[in-house]
């Protein structure tokens, strides 16, 4: 075995072999991070992006998954899925994973197996940028949802909060909409698009 070279959390990692049903999450931030961690691209180490702002706080285990990428399909997807709201392109990074556990996980750089149960389309500057809404694999709470209309409401809209606000000052009006909440199979389809955009950006 080759033990001298870490596998890079993008790259290096397999998305896993049952995609999209149960797919591997590399985690970058918990909710107890007052940092906002990210991968950095091109080494594959964590790095500070920015402190968290005032008291936001992620509310779920939050990260991508590996060999994804947000690009044309993506972007294409959101284009017939958001109505009036113009969409350019994804927003070139992995797709983005929040995952439900009812057990404390006290800190990210990490994978784990995760249930995806739905998502919710953001448009970030014009940019697709979908969160995928899963459960941990296992997780003895969360595994009774299988779909997000599971989620309480009040669930989705702590989440949907988060994300329009995180990095704004107060007062400030959000580049971000969320034109929509998605099922499971919805949720597939994201997926799906996004390996196919990743598979696109490593052979171009």
């Keep these: 075995m080759n033990l001298q ?15 999209p049903e149960v ?3 590399f985690i970058e931030i918990v909710p107890s991070d007052t940092v906002k961690y990210e991968i950095d691209k091109e080494s594959g180490y964590l790095k500070v992006d920015r402190p968290q702002k005032f008291s936001n706080s992620i509310p779920t285990l939050y990260g991508f998954i590996p060999q994804t990428y947000c690009d044309e399909r993506v972007a294409e997807y959101a284009r017939e899925r958001a109505g009036d709201i113009a ?3 994804g927003d070139g990074d992995p797709l983005d994973i929040c995952v439900l556990s009812e057990r404390s996980v006290t800190h990210g750089n990490i994978i784990l197996p995760a249930i995806p149960i739905g998502g919710f389309r953001m448009i ?3 940019e697709a940028d979908d969160k995928i809404i899963a459960v941990m694999k ?5 595994r009774q949802w299988t779909n997000v209309t599971d989620c309480p ?3 989705i809209n702590r989440l949907k909060h988060y994300f329009l606000t995180y990095k704004n000052l ?5 580049a971000c909409q969320i034109t929509c909440v998605y099922g499971r199979e919805e949720a597939y389809e994201v997926i799906r ?5 990743y598979k696109t950006y490593i052979d171009a």
């Design 5 to 19: 070279h870490k596998a890079h959390p993008w790259h290096g990692i397999s998305a896993g072999d049952n995609v």
């Design 23 to 25: 797919v591997t999450a």
């Design 87 to 89: 969409v350019s392109r």
């Design 124 to 126: 970030d500057h014009g």
């Design 138 to 142: 296992g997780d003895e709470f969360y």
């Design 153 to 155: 409401e009040s669930y």
């Design 170 to 174: 107060p007062g400030e009006k959000s």
């Design 193 to 197: 698009r996004s390996q196919q955009d």
